[in-house]
């Protein structure tokens, strides 16, 4: 499995840790405001099937209502049917260009480039505020971002309980 990146890596054995909890799980990445952040971070987050079903329906109609209507580029780039793959949403942008992308399999999904960084939600709240109204979660929970803590908690535990049996790291060592 050493094969591929190092998020396919991870996207791989996340997507078959969920699967054998009977859940499904997407995958995004905001970099909406490339000048702020430095890094790129990939966020995975579990569903149960039938909003991971649903959910590409849900990001299409929230991008298409989340940014300018009339704009230079396409408002959503199918990185599913791409001719180029998986890398297909990064080979179509211009370095430094903002972007959100959000796959639903590690084949693709979908990707959207922000032209008016002013208008896109700050942070990572676009996919927060989608996804907790899947989920119907409270707004004060949608908004709470997480903090690292120094210590361990139990669900960090539990998380890497379940993980050891799908970590492909180990076949490093």
């Known amino acids: 499995m050493t094969d591929g990146s190092i998020e396919q890596n991870f996207m791989k054995s996340l997507t078959r840790m969920y699967a054998a909890q009977d859940r499904d799980v997407i995958f995004y990445e905001n970099a909406a405001s490339p000048a702020r952040r430095k890094h790129a971070a990939i966020f995975a987050v579990p569903l149960p099937r039938e909003l991971g079903e649903m959910a590409p329906a849900y990001f299409k109609e929230a991008i298409?209502?989340?940014?300018?209507?009339?704009?230079?580029?396409?408002?959503?780039?199918?990185?599913?049917?791409?001719?180029?793959?998986?890398?297909?949403?990064?080979?179509?942008?211009?370095?430094?260009?903002?972007?959100?992308?959000?796959?639903?399999?590690?084949?693709?999904?979908?990707?959207?480039?922000?032209?008016?960084?002013?208008?896109?939600?700050?942070?990572?709240l676009f996919a927060r505020e989608l996804l907790g109204g899947m989920?119907?979660?409270?707004?004060?929970?949608?908004?709470?971002?997480?903090?690292?803590?120094?210590?361990?908690?139990?669900?960090?535990?539990?998380f890497k309980k379940t993980w050891q049996g799908w970590d492909w790291t180990k076949v490093l060592y």
């Open 135 to 158: 989920l119907e979660c409270e707004p004060n929970v949608i908004k709470k971002q997480g903090r690292w803590r120094g210590g361990r908690d139990r669900r960090e535990d539990a």
């Open 64 to 124: 298409l209502s989340a940014d300018e209507q009339w704009s230079q580029h396409k408002p959503i780039i199918d990185t599913l049917k791409s001719p180029h793959g998986k890398l297909a949403f990064r080979k179509t942008l211009v370095k430094e260009m903002p972007y959100f992308h959000v796959w639903f399999t590690i084949d693709g999904g979908m990707g959207h480039v922000v032209e008016d960084e002013a208008r896109w939600p700050k942070a990572d």
